[in-house]
């Protein structure tokens, strides 16, 4: 399973996709995609695993965030 997202445009939404590009999952945050740039799996010590997105995407450095999600 992979995790995708829009560029700027779309509402504050991921998704899961399959190898063959199905979508499995479509979630909803409660933040606001400005132009979300980038999204990353993490597993921690305890083998909690985290969907990670950075808000970056911006070229005069006044938006800089990240979210973090719990992944199941």
Same mark, same amino acid.
């Given at each position: 399973?992979c995790w995708?997202?829009?560029d700027?445009?779309?509402?504050?939404f #991921? !998704?899961?996709?399959?190898?063959?590009? #199905? /979508?499995?999952? /479509?979630g909803w945050l409660?933040? /606001? @995609?400005?132009?979300w *740039? @980038? #999204?990353?799996? %993490?597993k921690?010590?305890?083998?909690?695993? %985290?969907v990670? #997105?950075? *808000?970056?995407? @911006? @070229?005069?450095?006044k938006?800089? /965030?990240? !979210?973090?999600?719990?992944?199941?």
């Amino acid at each position: 399973m992979c995790w995708t997202r829009y560029d700027s445009g779309d509402g504050a939404f #991921i !998704y899961a996709i399959n190898a063959k590009a #199905i /979508r499995l999952v /479509r979630g909803w945050l409660r933040a /606001r @995609n400005a132009d979300w *740039e @980038n #999204i990353a799996t %993490f597993k921690d010590r305890t083998g909690k695993c %985290f969907v990670y #997105i950075a *808000e970056t995407g @911006n @070229n005069k450095l006044k938006r800089l /965030r990240s !979210y973090r999600l719990p992944h199941y």
